[in-house]
């Protein structure tokens, strides 16, 4: 078994660490001195997923256990996951967990 490329291992810590952040790829290839399109394959490669969908499935993992809290809006639960708005949240909801965010949130007690 082949180890996992350290630029690929730290992408992932990062977006474990705080999804909320603004995380493109062209600025984390920046960061390890790759092209856009070398950084994309290198991450898909190792990981099995795109960039992009890799981040959409931590910040919807994150946004699920952040909707059990019922203090905080979707709106707030949207920006600690970085969605720029709630209705950016709801879309991805909608497409992935096939639910809005406040049916799941109802849906969990």
């Excluded at 960039?51 to 059990?68: E, M």
């Excluded at 809290?69 to 970085?82: F, P, T």
Aim: contains cysteine.
């Amino acid at each position: 078994m082949v180890a996992m490329d350290p630029r690929i291992v730290h992408t992932l810590a990062v977006i474990e660490g705080d999804c909320a952040q603004r995380l493109t790829v062209t600025r984390l290839a920046a960061q390890f001195r790759l092209s856009r399109s070398r950084f994309e394959h290198l991450f898909k490669k190792q990981t099995g997923e795109t960039f992009r969908s890799h981040l959409r499935g931590v910040r919807l993992a994150h946004a699920k256990s952040l909707l059990t809290d019922y203090s905080l809006s979707i709106k707030e639960v949207a920006a600690r996951c970085g969605y720029s708005s709630g209705s950016s949240l709801a879309r991805d909801f909608r497409k992935f967990i096939h639910s809005s965010p406040s049916k799941y949130r109802d849906s969990t007690f």
